[in-house]
């Protein structure tokens, strides 16, 4: 949908944007009440009331994040499908975006940056990270929540480091995805984008140019 009057794009719709912001809130309560078990400053959290209080609140917080889904699909049926085929879909432009990344972000060189879609390459590489870490998050979630002492050693174990490392590509990615989307020069303005939903033609034009060919191709026809 293009907003005419203002040339805004929508890019993303009421649900996604409640869909993103519950996310982002469930990880922010799930990584901070889980560093609480790593960092030997937060150690004192980790014990007696307060520790069972950090473990309620980063078992709540995992029923959050797990139901992120759930409610995208009860709400956006078809924005889910679509944003997990786009997601998933990968093209030569989205290799020619990995080589011509580095000068792109680095020095801002946009000659040999192919055209995106309404989701470019980076997006891709972030939302694929969110899912697939989701899956293992969940199923080693529900192994050390509900078999703690039942199930085999050797299991448990695996859960854990499995579960451990899920967090920490996701938080990784999630910190160079914060710093895109908030101060780098050249994505300047995409944050609007998951705030009120809307933005500049210019910007897609420039960004996401075949999605920009796409709409103007729909409102055309």
Known sequence: MVRMVTREVLAFTTAERFIHWLTVASFMVLLFSGLVLYLPQLSPFAIGPSGQACRLLHRAAAI?????????????????????????????????????????????????MPPQSRFNTGQKLFYCTVVITMLILGATGLVMWFDKGTAPPFFWQWAVILHDLAMIALTGMTMVHVVLATIHPVMEGSIAAMLTGWLPEEYVARHHAKWHEQI??????
């Open 64 to 112: 959050a994040f797990g139901s992120v889904p759930f409610i995208y699909l009860l709400f956006d049926p078809w924005g889910l499908i679509n944003s997990m085929r786009e997601i998933f879909t990968w093209s030569r432009n989205d290799f020619g975006w990995l080589k011509a990344a580095p000068t792109y972000y680095f020095l801002g060189d946009e000659k040999a």
């Open 216 to 221: 103007h191709r729909r409102v055309s026809e």
